[in-house]
């Protein structure tokens, strides 16, 4: 039978390249996003955070852009390695209210060396 | 840089035994929380606790779930009667704020109900 949840979209980029995944996500009323990188065996490691009243935050090698208007939220990962190989998730979440943090489905990012 | 510890890193437990799963937040954090994956899906919220309630918890926490904070140290989720659909990746987090701050996770325990 189908195994739900287990085809995961899949980004393979050369290593040195830069990276862009892409997330949608559902609550207009979110304010608080966060990029989450998971290892095989692992539990998810904090990357980078923005807030509703940012359109970008820039890191170390990463950048999160985020939409408002069209809900989108995005990671980019510049020259890319192959240590950044993994799942990564978006989460989004409130900065008042009852809203617990809560994940997107994730993408897995294969660097080819 | 602290971090957050659970134990075991793998759980093998029969159908309807219970299990206690075991966690050490980071020192200075004060909200605690549990989330599972299913093999392969999403991380799911199970449960938020701060100072010493349950915040807030997901469907999935149902009656057969508890956590309990037994000293200053350890956050525990304990399964009353384990089901063969409760096999997952449990991960522990906390954070410094309830909201509008990172949840910092450990690596999981993997619990296999056969």
């Known amino acids: 039978g189908e195994s739900v949840g287990l085809h995961l979209p899949t980004l393979s980029v050369q290593e040195g390249d830069n990276s862009i995944i892409n997330c949608a996500y559902s609550n207009s009323a979110s304010d608080y996003f966060i990029w989450y990188k998971q290892e095989s065996g692992k539990g998810p490691q904090f990357i980078i955070d923005i807030r509703s009243n940012m359109d970008k935050r820039q890191g170390q090698r990463v950048t999160v852009l985020l939409n408002k208007t069209v809900k989108h939220l995005s990671l980019q990962i510049a020259a890319t390695q192959p240590g950044d190989s993994a799942v990564y998730f978006c989460a989004e979440g409130g900065v008042a209210g009852n809203t617990p943090l809560v994940f997107g489905k994730g993408t897995r990012l294969s660097v080819i060396a | 840089e602290p971090e957050v510890t659970q134990t075991p890193s793998h759980q093998v437990t029969q159908m309807g035994q219970e299990v206690i799963l075991r966690c050490v937040p980071i020192?200075?954090?004060?909200?605690f929380y549990w989330y599972r994956q299913i093999l392969g899906q999403k991380v799911e919220f199970l449960v938020s606790?701060?100072?010493?309630?349950?915040?807030?918890k997901s469907e999935i926490f149902d009656d057969q779930f508890s956590v309990e904070r037994p000293d200053g140290s350890n956050f525990t989720l304990k399964i009353r009667s384990t089901k063969l659909e409760d096999s997952a990746m449990y991960f522990c987090a906390s954070s410094v704020r309830d909201r509008g701050s990172p949840l910092h996770f450990g690596n999981g325990t993997r619990l296999t109900v056969t």
């Open positions: 020192s200075n954090h004060l909200y």
């Open positions: 606790f701060y100072n010493n309630e349950i915040s807030e």
